[in-house]
């Protein structure tokens, strides 16, 4: 197949003009090029590209806006649009106008011979289902750093099949968010998105959550439940620390990718399932392949497109818009309206974020609730980041902190705030106990479907101790039975 033919470039900047046109004629490539929509289109008709690469500003109009109407006429034309304004909407909205790759300037010219290349060696082939519109609602991603760039044009490539991704990235740079926003943007919107973290069940629950289980199926399990691929039937699910799946469940989710049908846990039926995967981990993938702690099959099936996502520290260039970002959230949950001076910001592009973008909200969570000053100083930040003088101000904000210790700060930072700077109310440490116990006895009977002396094992504690604690916590078990 021929990864050579004519290209027509729109863009009205001369010097970008003449370096596009002579790298793809060394390539072997027959470039024209028109220096607005209308020189364009004269050329569309007279010269007959294959590929149409295109600028979005233009002195006569927006690129982006104009692919529909300059592919009318030629609809097996593939076209790259080139734009300078780098955000998600730009990739999203370029692939909803039929676009077949986007590139965000500055590019560079391997990139661009290869995009180039692809587009032509696609010729007339049919382009993928097309991606469902998208409301023109803000979209979540925040960042226009190059790798985050390079996560949009991924996103864009997605939304309209339904291919399995898998999301690299340490802990906190936003895996999760990326895994709604494919669901979010993608044909199957209108679907169930669900998500199941192997890190936070128990292993041998792991099994019967993904894949239901009949009645009696085991001791406790007193009727059938449908597992998380029947409830995301005709949406996506999400896999997230695919990592720590135990051996055998990967075994079993590699034959239900296999064969597109679950068998629920003590049975003998099959169920069809139409769902998309979207895995994701922190963990070194290949490497635990490599040790044969993740069988290499599940991985290539799993990793059809990786997705990377930069640590924070190394798109140091986004850290003032998120920051901004989250102090606005801030304000809008009812925190202290705060603003960042440029100093500020320096400080916070030069710490490491060990806990990447999920560490900066917490931090602008804590700036909004706790400091004085209305506009933030580098001072003020450099206060809040010295461990040995946050650990003085909160101990439970050690270095090695959980992401549920950071999630009740949060939430403790939330409520304090509501206080004002007024003394806590009266009995706050038991309220605070309570509202984490609640919950974790809940959850822990409905993971032991309701079994009492299983949910204590889970809990380690033992069984007299869970009775006493559910009936301190104003907890029936008998009602929790019903609903697990
Ligand atoms: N690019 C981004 N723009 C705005 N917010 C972001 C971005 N990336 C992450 N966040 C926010 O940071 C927090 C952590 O993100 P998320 O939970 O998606 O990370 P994760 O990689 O899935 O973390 P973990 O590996 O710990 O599960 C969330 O509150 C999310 O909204």
């Not at 169920?271 to 490497?287: E, G, Q, S, W, Y």
Request: without cysteine; charged residues 25%.
């Amino acid at each position: 197949m021929s990864r050579t033919g004519r290209v027509l470039l729109i863009d009205d900047d001369a010097a970008i003009r003449t370096v596009v046109r002579e790298a793809l004629r060394r390539e072997g490539h027959e470039v024209e090029t028109a220096a607005s929509l209308r020189e364009g289109r004269a050329k569309l008709a007279a010269f007959k590209p294959q590929v149409l690469l295109t600028d979005v500003v233009l002195p006569d109009g927006n690129g982006l806006d104009a692919v529909p109407a300059l592919i009318a006429d030629h609809p097996a034309m593939p076209v790259i649009v080139l734009s300078a304004q780098n955000t998600l909407a730009t990739a999203v909205r370029a692939t909803e106008q039929g676009a077949f790759e986007y590139l965000p300037k500055p590019f560079d010219l391997t990139e661009l011979g290869r995009a180039v290349g692809d587009a032509i060696a696609m010729g007339g082939a049919e382009a993928g289902p097309e991606a469902a519109a998208t409301t023109g609602d803000e979209l979540p991603l925040i960042g226009r750093s190059p790798p985050m760039q390079e996560v949009y044009r991924t996103i864009a490539r997605v939304i309209g099949n339904d291919l399995s991704v898998l999301i690299l990235g340490e802990s906190g740079t936003g895996k999760e968010l990326v895994a709604r926003a494919i669901h979010d943007l993608g044909t199957r919107q209108a679907r169930p998105f669900v998500a199941i973290n192997m890190a936070a069940i128990p292993r041998e629950l792991i099994e019967s959550e993904l894949f239901g289980h009949e009645r009696g199926a085991f001791t406790g399990a007193g009727q059938r439940t449908a597992g998380r691929f029947e409830q995301a039937q005709g949406g996506t699910l999400f896999l997230d620390e695919i990592g720590d799946m135990p051996a055998e469940a990967q075994t079993r989710l590699l034959r239900v990718l296999q064969s597109g049908e679950v068998s629920p846990v003590g049975g003998q039926r099959s169920i069809k399932v139409d769902v998309r995967i979207i895995a994701a981990t922190n963990k070194d993938l290949p490497a635990l392949v490599a040790d044969h702690a993740f069988r290499e099959d599940l991985y290539y099936r799993l990793a059809v497109v990786p997705v990377r996502l930069p640590a924070l520290r190394d798109r140091g260039e986004d850290i003032g818009e998120l920051a901004r970002h989250f102090l606005d959230r801030a304000a809008a949950e009812g925190l202290p309206r705060k603003s960042l001076d440029l100093a500020a910001v320096e400080r916070l592009r030069r710490h490491p974020w060990p806990g990447n973008v999920r560490e900066l909200e917490n931090l602008m969570r804590r700036l909004a609730a706790l400091t004085r000053e209305e506009v933030v100083t580098a001072s003020v930040v450099e206060a809040q980041l010295d461990p040995a003088r946050r650990r003085a101000a909160e101990p439970q904000a050690l270095a090695g902190e959980t992401d549920l210790a950071q999630a009740v700060e949060a939430h403790l930072t939330r409520l304090f705030a509501a206080h004002g700077r007024d003394l806590p109310p009266d009995g706050l440490y038991d309220a605070v106990l309570a509202e984490v116990e609640r919950p974790l006895l809940r959850l822990s009977l409905a993971a032991a479907r309701g079994n009492q002396l299983r949910a204590a094992r889970l809990l380690g504690i033992n069984r007299n101790t869970l009775r006493k604690k559910l009936s301190e916590r104003g907890l029936d078990p008998a009602e929790l039975r019903r609903n697990a």
